[in-house]
């Protein structure tokens, strides 16, 4: 808990008081030097010298440490804690003197910060609504359904001259009750922008990577290409890729890896900014998972063979405008070659194939880990060679979403939880196993979904492995060639799981799993 | 014989204007509106081709698709999917399901005629 800052206080207070420090410590019977201290904060204070200066100052012990000044320090340090902030790296330590020197600042900055806070949340559900609609997807669709027969129903008024009567009637009746419908649509569209939205759209880095792999259906040809070749210049002998990849950063890029014990700092392949190819070298956790240390060789291999292809395919982009979304997209695309380095395309797809998509069996067939394999089979989109197409998902406990790849009409949120009903979280609760569900959605869409919880970072005895839940999903259409297809019916409506998107998002008002309300008209 | 269509399409009154225009050049029509139905009514009374929507209720227009391809008797019966989902993945995966012809709504009669006329000519 936040300390607190009862000597700027004190020093706040003896200054509207007109006091020198040399007369207050005279006064409580301390050294000028050793008040200093306590009003710098370098000291603690209680007891009989608190209560004495209290006297002195004439202000009550309570003001002085006030439990409203601990919220406002844990407040702030929140706030110093927030991604918003990172590069202006405010320290949660400084939070305590602001609160002690100006109270009221530190008061209007948590004011501003949650005002920001609630227009960001508004920002991004109006993105929402403009992108994932189901009123707005439900009212083309209606319009669009509206004309169809109007302009079915005139064209036969105008092109049959020999139509019957009571058919004649009938068709006008059509015209009708279509453009009466049509007309309802358009009113109900004229009021839904009447409300004020406008079309916002985030920009965060992160929306741009999200922008950036659609635009490229998460598929690199340049960079399979280089991986494949790079992945054929590893000297493998019977000690295997491990090794040949230590080598290649070794010898030929002079890097040297060093291997961290458990619980010590770096815990994993921490480098500075500037990268493995400046610092020379690579430090690793010295417990990892086999798997890991594969992707973490390779990735770093990646970075230092493949940097001039990869900055090629990022300065070509023209959805990553800012330094900070060319830096994750970099950090990206060189996962995305480790992964083509562990996991050829066309002998993965040929196994995805055969083993019908069991990510249980491709784990053991490529010696990979489960998010690695769940990792390449979204990136199964090479023209005439593809995949099914998957959208991926990856949530921590509190439900943040850490990873994401979407499908045409399967939004998996930025931010905040999808549909607590989803698979994705039910894993939590039953780590390494598979769940699978045919999920149902308010406009019948149907998609499988395949969930597994894992632990992630490195394992020794007493240290903290975190739990992190995967999840795979693809139209309903496409289960029965995967083996999760085999225990699901896709033609049975009633075995499917009544999911929604987010509970923002999802018209099905008496869900008993809502946890928000529907922000939607319907 | 009449040459035979069937209509799977939840709404009434698209089904009654194709169904009109289609009489008019000599087909024999009759319409589905429930997805679930499709496909027993395709086995059990075969037509000559099938104007298939996407967007309907209990099965959906691909997943119907999908099963009339993989059923060897009403395997290779031309199908025409029209849609109000116009993008160009549902384009893509009524081709990759084996469409013969896919539509967006809304469609002109003549064309719809035309491509009936296409598909059943022998």
New interface residues.
Partial sequence: MARAPIGLKLRERRKALGVTQTALAAKVGVSPSYLNLIESEKRNIGGSLLMRLASELEIQLEELDGAADRRLIDDLGEIAASPTFQNLKVSPQSASELVGRHPEWARALTVLYRTYMDRDQTVIALADRLNQDPFLAAA??RM??N???????S??LE??PDIEPD?RE??HN?LL??SDQLSSVAEGLAAFFDKGVAPTRSISPNEEIDDFLQEHQNYFPELESAAEVLASSLQLREQGITTALSELIEQRYGVTITYAAPGSKPQANQTSLKGVAHDKRMVLAEALPGPTRRFLLARTAAELALAETIDEIIEKSSVLTSAEARRRATRVLTSYCASAMLLPYDRFLEQSIKLRYDIERLRHSFDVSLEQVCHRLITLRKPAAEGIPFAFMRVDPSGYVSKRYAL?GLPIPRYGGACPLWPVYRAFQTPGMVNCNLAAFPN???FLFVACAVEKGASAYGQHRPLLSIMLAC???YADQTVYGDTLS??A?DQALAVGPTCRLCTREDCGHRQEDLIVAT | MATKVLIAED?K??V???S??LK?EGYEVSAIFDG?QVLESLTSSPPDIVILDV?L????G??IL??LRGTPQIAALPVIIIT????A??RA?ATN?GADVFM???????DIVAEVKRLTSV
């Fill in positions: 083309v669709h669009l359904t004309v169809s027969s109007i302009r079915s129903a064209e036969i092109s049959v058919q009938r068709f059509i009750t279509e045409p019948n869409d149907r139209e309903a259409l896709t033609g409506r | 709404e009154n698209i009654e204007s194709l009109f225009i008019r679930g967007m209720p209990q099965t959906n691909f997943e999908k099963q109000a989902k116009g993008q993945q549902d995966t399901l967006s709504k809304p469609f002109s009669n003549k």
